[in-house]
């Protein structure tokens, strides 16, 4: 439970963005603060609650969801949910779910800056971090009890981002890889050209994820309208002589 669940809602719109498909767990504090209809509209799925929901548990529900998931994230995390975990408690579907499930966890803090810095908490992040848990955040900053520090949660997309380089390997380490993409424009006379309807997003998005895996890019584009992902180098051409020249 805390205030910043309200980004909740944003990030689950902001890996949906990405192509995760979401299934949201909310506590019974989490409920105070924002309702599981909004996250079950966002996330398209009925929202789980209740450790000992009895249509839910008929079938094992939380072992179910527990070995649905790639990946776990807990966020916002509160100090009693991280106190939770580390303890291994399963007095609640969180912390169930947490618990039988073998696929990696990652926990967004958010909290107080005097319970961030307070040793239990710190002796428990240090905890999960040995069990292999990877902790995101928090930043620092105006805090909703009016105090400045760390703690706050950090924001969806720094989250979605540091998920994004955990989650995808990093296969590419060390590789060089050169990609085309774009059509081609062969020229008539100095006003017409002969050319195709390429939109050169395939390639745009390959090299997009080559560089999240690791690679060190090279993207040999034709004339499109597109942004350049971060990390790329881009070199553009026109013709097919010129793009295999490159």
């Known amino acids: 439970g805390s205030i910043a669940a309200y980004k909740s809602a944003d990030l689950v719109r902001r890996l949906q963005?990405?192509?995760?498909?979401?299934?949201v767990v909310m506590t019974k504090a989490a409920c105070e603060f924002i309702t599981p209809l909004t996250m079950q509209t966002l996330s398209g799925h009925p929202v789980a609650l209740d450790l000992l929901d009895i249509v839910q548990e008929s079938t094992?529900?939380?072992?179910?969801?527990?070995?649905?998931?790639?990946?776990?994230?807990?966020?916002?995390?509160s100090a009693d949910s991280i106190a939770r975990l580390a303890q291994g408690r399963t007095g609640d579907l969180l912390s169930a779910i947490c618990l039988a499930s073998e696929s990696p966890l990652a926990i967004?803090?958010?909290?107080?800056?005097?319970?961030?810095?307070?040793?239990?908490t710190q002796d428990n992040l240090h905890a999960l971090r040995k069990r292999g848990v990877q902790v995101l955040g928090p930043a620092s900053g105006d805090q909703a009890c009016g105090e400045q520090g760390e703690g706050r949660l950090l924001e969806p997309m720094d989250i979605v981002n540091e998920l994004a380089s955990l989650a995808v390997p990093k296969r590419l380490q060390g590789k060089h890889m050169v990609i085309t993409a774009g059509p081609t424009h062969e020229a008539i006379d100095p006003v017409r050209y002969i050319g195709n309807r390429s939109s050169g997003k395939m390639g745009f998005a390959v090299a997009k994820a080559a560089v999240e895996a690791g690679a060190n890019v090279t993207l040999v584009s034709g004339p499109v309208y597109m942004t350049t992902p971060t990390g790329v180098n881009r070199v553009d051409v026109e013709t097919a002589q010129q793009m295999h020249d490159a």
């Open 17 to 23: 963005d990405l192509g995760a498909e979401i299934r």
């Open 60 to 77: 094992m529900g939380h072992i179910t969801l527990a070995r649905w998931a790639d990946w776990i994230l807990v966020a916002p995390a």
């Open 108 to 120: 967004s803090p958010a909290m107080n800056n005097k319970m961030w810095t307070n040793s239990a």
